[in-house]
Each structure stands twice: as structure tokens, then as C-alpha cells.
T-cell receptor, first 113, second 113 residues
Framework: DGGITQSPKYLFRKEGQNVTLSCEQNLNHDAMYWYRQDPGQGLRLIYYSQIVNDFQKGDIAEGYSVSREKKESFPLTVTSAQKNPTAFYLC????????????FGPGTRLTVT | GEDVEQSLFLSVREGDSSVINCTYTDSSSTYLYWYKQEPGAGLQLLTYIFSNMDMKQDQRLTVLLNKKDKHLSLRIADTQTGDSAIYFCAEGDRGSTLGRLYFGRGTQLTVWP
């Protein structure tokens, strides 16, 4: 059963702590993406990766970091430098970087207090 | 970046048709997408249309594209309470180096029994 998994579904952290959100896909997709969603807003692109060992900043990369050591995994770290980290985070993948159809995971809701 | 605009709310009675509208600005967009998001979940790809098409029908869903006015609509026939969700319009360029998507803010569809 192919798909994208994100864990955990809910995450709580204290201000000043780094936190890593997991994203795994078994679709054999080359490209992966991280988005942030705030209430009443569309999705904003944080980072994307076109292929293993390569990634680029999206529109709102400040305060975030990623790695892409394996094709199936694209973890996102929310650092203490991110000024307003509380949000719903969505991971997506597509067959390759030139294919715009993206498939999404279930999301992780991060709350920082 | 590209601008994708949607109205934020739509309410309909069960059994009626729903029409969700979207406008976009990038004339080079080659694909236009509709995604559905249920509460607390990720985005589900509903349907998409190529920019060289005017209409696409898929069961209860009909997508209409007016390229001249850069207007996209999603019609849901015989709307059910299970259709209550947020619907996102997105535009993408399959030929670009990165198949990124630009999302609208989403239309909250509420279906009354």
C-alpha cells in the first residue's frame, strides 16, 4: 500500500527547542516538498528536494532545515530561530521534479509554547 | 510568485450543485489542479486539467477552464455532506525546472442536510 507517512500527527514543544518532523514515502518518487499551512491561508513552500542529496529553499525557508540522505525520507527540522513555528506542516512528493502533480501526507500539527 | 485567488466560503444544501471558482495569473501554467482537504488531514488530489482543455468531467466533478479570463471552476453535482471540506485550486508548470505548485487560500465548502 503506497503512500506518504508523517509522524507524529501532533507535536508539542517548548519555545527554544529544535524539533524534527518525519516524512517517509514508498512511492519511489524523486521529488519531495515541505509546506506550511496556517489557518485561512494557502500552502507556503518551505523546502523542496528534486533528488537524493539535493535540496533547495522555498519561499519561507528561514528557521528551517532539511536533509535528503535517502530517496524515501525528507525530514524537516524546525529550529529555535523560527519566530512563529506553530502551524500545520505538510509533506508532499511527486514522481520527478518536472511533474507538478503532488501527493500529500496526512500532516503534522506542531504547537510551540 | 503567481497569484491564485479563491472565495473563502461556500454553503449549499445537500443534493444541490456546488460551484467553486478560482482565478490565476500565470498564463504559462500548463496544469491546473483541485485538491480537497478534510479537517486535520492532508490534501487529496481530486482532479486536474491541462491548459489546452476547456472542460473535464469525472463522475460528479466537472472542471471548466476559461483561459482567456484565467478562470477555473469546480462543479460538484448532487453535493453530499461528505463533500464538506476545504477545496484548493493550484496552478503548476510541468515544463519548468521545478514542478512547483501555487495554491489559493482554499474555499471552505459547507453542505447543509
Amino acid at each position: 500500500d503506497g503512500g506518504i507517512t508523517q509522524s507524529p500527527k501532533y507535536l508539542f514543544r517548548k519555545e527554544g527547542q529544535n524539533v524534527t518532523l518525519s516524512c517517509e514515502q514508498n512511492l519511489n518518487h524523486d521529488a519531495m516538498y515541505w509546506y506550511r499551512q496556517d489557518p485561512g491561508q494557502g500552502l507556503r513552500l518551505i523546502y523542496y528536494s528534486q533528488i537524493v542529496n539535493d535540496f533547495q529553499k522555498g519561499d519561507i525557508a528561514e528557521g528551517y532545515s532539511v536533509s535528503r540522505e535517502k530517496k524515501e525520507s525528507f525530514p524537516l527540522t524546525v529550529t529555535s530561530a523560527q519566530k512563529n513555528p506553530t502551524a500545520f506542516y505538510l509533506c508532499a512528493s511527486s514522481i520527478d521534479a518536472q511533474t507538478a502533480e503532488q501527493y500529500f501526507g496526512p500532516g503534522t500539527r506542531l504547537t510551540v509554547t | 510568485g503567481e497569484d491564485v485567488e479563491q472565495s473563502l466560503f461556500l454553503s449549499v444544501r445537500e443534493g444541490d450543485s456546488s460551484v467553486i471558482n478560482c482565478t490565476y495569473t500565470d498564463s504559462s501554467s500548463t496544469y491546473l489542479y483541485w485538491y480537497k482537504q478534510e479537517p486535520g488531514a492532508g490534501l487529496q488530489l481530486l482532479t486536474y486539467i491541462f491548459s489546452n482543455m476547456d472542460m473535464k468531467q469525472d463522475q460528479r466533478l466537472t472542471v471548466l477552464l476559461n483561459k482567456k479570463d484565467k478562470h477555473l471552476s469546480l462543479r460538484i453535482a448532487d453535493t453530499q455532506t461528505g463533500d464538506s471540506a476545504i477545496y484548493f485550486c493550484a496552478e503548476g508548470d510541468r515544463g519548468s525546472t521545478l514542478g512547483r505548485l501555487y495554491f489559493g487560500r482554499g474555499t471552505q465548502l459547507t453542505v447543509w442536510p
